[in-house]
């Protein structure tokens, strides 16, 4: 019995680590906080309960086994879009209400590492940005290693050193993820770095040489269009490093498109779409 048993862990554990679909999706103010809370921003229109319902839809259509989330309020709201029989939920530990986290498939073995909080160069002021939530997939074949960002908004393309306030915190987030990435070559550790990062990087980008500076990266978007909403640059990205290079399968980018044309829809969905690549993890 007790070889059936294992027989049976080693039929199904792989099927799901070695063959990963991991996806990135900003979900846009998503909160459980009511209209004109103070914490909110007057603009802020709370999602309502078929929204969420809908949103449910989606990431069950989504199907992914790791999906990196920005802009969650929390476990709880976001446990009503990927639900506990489902996925174990985690966010980062910031006090701010657009929090990074993921939502993991049941099964799927991790462990949590600290938030990298130095995302944040202005800790001592009013306003937080958030920090990077920070998982380590153990899979069969050997860990895996995942860094979810949302970096400062409003720096979209140009200089970084270009003088504006935006272009200027988001050059303070460059050391931040080049030490973590530098980190993860020194172990030998295979990794992903994915999220909204707030950059189009279709052209020769100042963030994304510093980012290979540090280590070469394959980049799942490079030279895609998204299709969100009619758009074409992406500003959500998947990258890996190290061994994982070799492991992100080719032409396997999706975004998953809205049926909803209509742009009132939005702020009933979000901004963004949900965007995935496969990994294949040799066992």
């Known amino acids: 019995m007790i070889r059936v048993l294992a027989l049976l862990l080693l039929l199904t554990a792989p099927a799901m680590a070695a063959d990963l679909k991991i996806s990135t999706w900003n979900m846009e103010w998503l909160t459980l906080r009511p209209a004109g809370d103070p914490a909110l921003p007057e603009n802020v229109v709370p999602k309502q309960p078929a929204d969420f319902a809908l949103l449910r839809r989606y990431a069950r259509m989504l199907d992914a086994d790791v999906v990196a989330f920005q802009e969650v309020d929390g476990a709880a709201p976001a446990a009503r879009i990927f639900p506990p029989d489902r996925y174990t939920i985690i966010v980062t530990d910031d006090s701010v209400i657009q929090r990074v986290g993921f939502a ?84 030998g550790t295979p990794f992903v770095l994915l999220g909204d990062f707030n950059r189009r990087m279709d052209r020769k980008d100042e963030l994304l040489d510093a980012l290979n500076a540090a280590s070469p990266l394959s ?59 496969r990994f294949r993890v040799p066992d």
């Open 104 to 187: 993991i498939r049941l099964g799927l073995a991790f462990e949590r590492n600290p938030d990298l909080v130095a995302l944040d160069p202005y800790p001592q002021a009013i306003f937080h940005l958030r920090s990077g939530a920070d998982i380590t997939l153990i899979l069969p074949g050997g860990r895996l290693r995942l860094l979810n960002v949302h970096l400062k908004s409003g720096c979209h393309e140009g200089r970084l050193g270009s003088g504006s306030r935006v272009c200027d915190t988001l050059r303070r987030q460059v050391a931040p993820l080049q030490g973590w990435i530098t980190q993860r070559v020194q172990e």
């Open 219 to 277: 980049r799942a978007t490079e030279g895609q269009a998204t299709g969100c909403w009619g758009g074409n640059s992406f500003i959500d990205h998947i990258m890996a490093g190290g061994r994982a290079r070799g492991w992100m399968q080719q032409n396997s980018l999706r975004v998953l498109v809205y049926a909803e044309t209509d742009p009132a829809a939005r702020e009933h969905l979000s901004d963004h779409c949900p965007v995935s690549v």
